[in-house]
């Protein structure tokens, strides 16, 4: 199983979440991309080399680099791609 990296950015926008239940969506979803990393969509232009994830109505931006995954960012999809 590959290292999981959480970036500033990340933890930032993840303690902005108050609700209880997106807080688990999100545990789980961490364990979904350790357990599979190519599952979520691979971006392209600017954001090229990340993917993204859907935990609706937020995305979670993620890199994958050999052993490691680098959770970046997860935010409201309207705000995540800028």
């Known amino acids: 199983m590959q290292k999981v990296i959480y970036t500033e950015e990340f933890k930032r926008d993840v ?7 997106v ?3 999100i545990r789980k979803m961490v364990k979904k991309i350790k357990e599979n990393p190519g ?9 090229s080399g990340l993917r993204s994830i859907k935990l609706p109505p937020f995305r ?3 890199e994958i680099r050999e052993e490691l995954i ?3 960012k997860f935010e409201h999809r309207k705000e995540v791609y800028i």
């Open 60 to 62: 979670r931006l993620y």
């Open 15 to 21: 303690r902005k979440v108050k609700d209880k239940k």
């Open 39 to 47: 599952v979520g969509k691979p971006l392209r232009y600017d954001l």
């Open 70 to 72: 680098i959770l970046h």
């Open 23 to 25: 807080q688990d969506r």
